[in-house]
């Protein structure tokens, strides 16, 4: 059935911003300049396909067995590197993040510690690694120390940003008793914050569980180490071997952390289903 | 805008949820094209189950549906899917209880999803719309009263101006049957009437069949033509408003009304 | 216990006082365990603390040399800092738009098909498990030495990270405007692309920019085993303890890291 029209009033135009369309104008050239640019023979793609299932075969079908624990020690190298890292960076960066808090010290504490959190989180952990070298000399510790100076800068940072972030009800409730800074962290910070803190924690360590892996090329030991004497004499199938248990190690981990990470902040060992 | 009504016959449909829940027993009922229907009954009566059966978002157990030239059967019967089923729901708008908007986006853009069935995979890929449907859109919000909001964000909008975006999106599928699920349990009573006569509007101006659940009686009686009482998945009560008296509601609620139940008369515009 | 207590008018009737909770055996294994890996972990690094006081004198010379930059090796550096720039560029745009599809597939909020989910979810895990470095080796060997290798390593390990945190967003959304889209008729895949892509947008574009920071700094070093970039540079002048350069290209990384990381923060708020 045919119904009158309603009397067609004016349409609204659509907006546009000329500041987005200049900065998406801007981006998009940044892209294309990268691309038109940058030194690589887009025709080696055309055999990509090839060589990739040539090398996947070299490594995986099969993988050399008889290097199957030499794999999984370096491995568990890298992952005893990544928690040894792991625990000093919680250790120095627990107190620093308080320091660093708005509201918990003087304003000329922050920002020095947020700028020295900044800056340590723009160095690869690699680089710091070869800074520590000279110190340490060449072992696994090196390594540990680095992940450990390199955790100190994001974890610094999730610290301070929990602990700006918790209910402010819980501080006031605090200061209302008369509590000074120590009761007030102990009592109105530190309990809304604990359980994101202590997840950071946990996704900070398998973040160096993976970073771990590169400390090896500058002589630290694990999986960076038989990555390289391998790849240098073409054993594709020890490199087979080793990237089997690296995975395997690795989802076993996250999947242990993300339980107890989970158990952490929703009190259950698995995810809540939030959509359905 | 074109729009034909179609008719919605249900035949003996029951519904058993997957956990041995009863939704619907044995519901016969017609709904002749271009009737406007009130639901009403306690929650958990099945009103909302038996809205969802007719674009087949809760599939029914046994029974069949018809809905103009589509039929929804239970287990066993051939199944309504894929292209078929989208095509039932493209002539069937749905208005929720809670808008259902996508609220980051613009209030064309969610007006738009009424014409998804019937556009390109690459047109909304890209959001590159016919020129066509953008007017419908436009024409949709227009019949609501709210085209100069056309490339505001949903967000910034209140719940009656959503509500109604929500509604032109049901228009611009161009429907041959609107359903609305409890419209106005989000809203304020002024803008539960406000809702309520733009429905109403729509089924006379352009003879589209509505079924609406309502819980409040007074809004159910005063809005539909026909009225539908639901209790514990049966129908106990099929009749016009006028005939419906306080003992008929209290065979449908199962007890004597309280002042929850009526929206009441404040603040009528 | 006197009953006169003379600043209530009722005496408080004695409740049973509930017993603390005990966790205690609990929490004791907790931390035995902890303590237990960590020194396991300790011997495992070896740990030595005295070595570090012994090599203290040699450090220090390191240091001063790691604190004056040579300058004049700037002009050498420029092209491998131009690759970096390109690589993170390229691998950004290039993992965001294989991550965006695959994101809805890797949620249970826009994939309606579980088998297909949980496989998508299995190669993503799979993906994100391996070192960026192990990537970067074996696609050196496959792509040969240069930027391309270190692209595709960068690919994968931003594609791993994007579909991850995308599709955890896609899980916490409110999937009202997809079951209306579904319900007006929509397919999966269009009911997905006009209700729930409008709603993650700010985040994927965040998650976009964040991505980018990590690829700088990643694009620095996974030059080491050839994959293009600052980091072969920084291999060169390593195996020479040429520090005065090192450090000019440490110094480099930082001030790249620091002014993307602002300029990213504020496209953030300028685009999102």
New interface residues.
């Given amino acids: ?3 009158q ?2 009397n ?2 004016a ?5 546009t911003s000329k ?2 369309t200049t ?2 104008l801007l ?1 998009s050239l ?2 294309v300049a ?2 038109w ?6 025709s ?2 055309a055999d ?1 396909p090839a ?2 299932i040539k ?1 996947v075969g070299l ?1 995986l079908f099969p993988p050399d067995w008889s290097k199957f624990g030499e794999a999984f020690m370096a491995t ?2 890298s ?3 990544a ?2 890292g792991t ?1 000093l960076g919680i250790i120095i960066s627990f107190p620093l993040s308080f320091l660093a808090s708005k509201g918990l010290a003087p304003r000329a504490v922050n920002a020095p510690l947020r700028f020295i959190f ?2 340590i ?4 952990e ?2 710091i690694a ?2 520590i070298l ?4 060449l ?3 090196t ?2 120390l680095a992940l450990a100076v390199g955790s100190i800068g994001t974890l610094g940072k999730w610290g301070y940003e929990a602990f700006e972030g918790v209910d402010p009800g819980p501080k006031e409730a605090v200061r209302s008793t008369g509590g000074g800074t120590l009761a007030l962290i102990r009592w109105g910070v530190w309990p809304s914050a604990a359980p994101e803190v202590l997840s950071f924690w946990l996704y900070r360590f398998e973040i160096n569980v ?2 771990s ?2 400390l090896g ?2 002589g630290a030991g694990g ?2 180490k038989m ?2 004497d391998n ?1 240098q004499f ?1 054993n ?1 199938d020890a ?1 087979g071997m ?2 089997i248990v ?2 395997v190690v ?2 076993v981990i ?1 999947q242990i952390s993300g339980a107890v990470r989970n158990k952490l902040i929703h009190g259950t060992w698995r995810a809540p ?4 | 805008m074109e729009h034909t009504a179609a008719d919605i016959r249900f035949s003996d449909v029951s519904v058993t949820y997957p956990n041995g829940y009863t939704g619907l027993k044995n519901i016969n009922l017609t709904i002749p094209a271009g009737e406007m229907v009130g639901i009403v009954g306690l929650s958990g009566a099945g009103k909302s189950t038996l809205i969802r059966t007719i674009n087949g978002l809760v599939p029914i157990t046994s029974g069949s549906i018809n809905v103009g030239a589509h039929q929804l059967n239970g287990r066993g019967g051939t199944q309504l899917r894929g292209k078929d089923l989208r095509e039932l729901r493209s002539n069937v708008g749905m208005v929720f209880q809670s808008f259902n908007l996508a609220k980051r986006t613009t209030v064309l853009n969610n007006v738009l999803m009424g014409r998804l069935y019937h556009s390109p995979a690459w047109r909304t890929l890209l959001g590159a719309w016919k020129n066509d449907d953008v007017e419908l859109a436009m024409a949709a919000l227009e019949r609501v009263e709210i085209v100069p909001k056309a490339y505001e964000k949903a967000s910034s909008l209140s719940g009656g101006q959503q509500q109604r975006v929500a509604i032109a999106r049901t228009l611009a599928q161009r429907p041959q049957v609107i359903l609305a699920d409890e419209p106005v349990a989000s809203l304020d009573p002024p803008t539960s009437h406000v809702v309520m006569r733009d429905l109403q509007r729509i089924n006379a101006e352009l003879g589209i069949t509505v079924v609406v659940n309502l819980h409040f009686l007074d809004l159910a009686r005063r809005y539909s033509d026909r009225l539908i009482g639901l209790r514990s998945g049966e129908v106990v009560f099929d009749g016009a408003g006028a005939d419906a008296d306080e003992s008929v509601f209290e065979n449908i609620y199962g007890r004597s009304l309280t002042a929850e139940d009526v929206l009441g008369n404040k603040a009528e515009l | 216990m006197s009953t006169s207590v003379t600043s209530s008018p009722q005496p408080q009737p004695k409740t049973q006082r509930p017993t603390k909770p005990r966790h205690g055996a609990k929490s004791l294994a907790a931390v035995v365990l902890l303590v237990a890996i960590t020194i396991w972990a300790g011997i495992g690094v070896q740990v030595d603390l005295p070595a570090i006081a012994a090599n203290w004198r040699n450090a220090t010379t390191n240091i001063i040399q790691l604190l004056q930059p040579d300058y004049g090796f700037f002009p050498k550096t420029i092209p491998a800092l131009l690759e970096t720039l390109q690589m993170a560029v390229i691998a950004t745009v290039i993992g965001s738009a294989l991550s965006l599809p695959l994101a809805f597939l890797a949620s249970r909020a826009t994939n309606p098909r579980p088998k297909l989910l949980a496989g998508v979810r299995f190669v993503m895990n799979m993906i994100r498990s391996v070192p960026d470095i192990l990537f970067a080796s074996i696609l050196v060997a496959v792509v040969g030495v240069g930027a391309l290798s270190g692209i595709m390593a960068l690919v994968l390990f931003n594609v791993g990270i994007i579909v991850k945190l995308v599709s955890e967003s896609l899980d916490g959304e409110d999937a009202g405007a997809q079951e209306a889209a579904l319900a007006a008729g929509a397919s999966w895949p269009k009911a997905n692309r006009a209700a729930m892509l409008p709603q993650i947008l700010p985040s994927f574009a965040s998650q976009v920019l964040y991505t980018f920071e990590l690829n700088i700094r990643a694009s620095t070093v996974i030059g080491l085993v050839g994959a293009g970039g600052l980091g072969i540079l920084i291999d060169n002048v390593r195996s020479f303890f040429r520090y005065h350069e090192l450090s000019l290209i440490i110094l480099e990384i930082l001030v790249l890291v620091l002014v993307l990381e602002s300029l990213s923060a504020w496209l953030r708020k300028k685009l999102v």
Wanted: charged share 10%.
């Fill in positions: 059935m045919t119904v029209q309603p067609p009033t349409r609204p135009v659509k907006p500041l987005r900065l998406w981006v940044v892209v990268a691309f640019s940058v030194d690589i023979k887009w080696a793609l990509f060589q990739l090398y490594m568990i190298l992952v005893q590197m928690w040894i625990v900044a800056v989180r723009a160095v690869p690699v680089v070869i800074l000279s110190v340490t000399g072992t696994p510790f390594g540990a993976r970073a892996a590169i090329l500058i999986i960076g990555l390289q790849v073409r594709w490199v080793l990237l690296v995975v690795t989802m996250d289903r939030l959509a359905s």
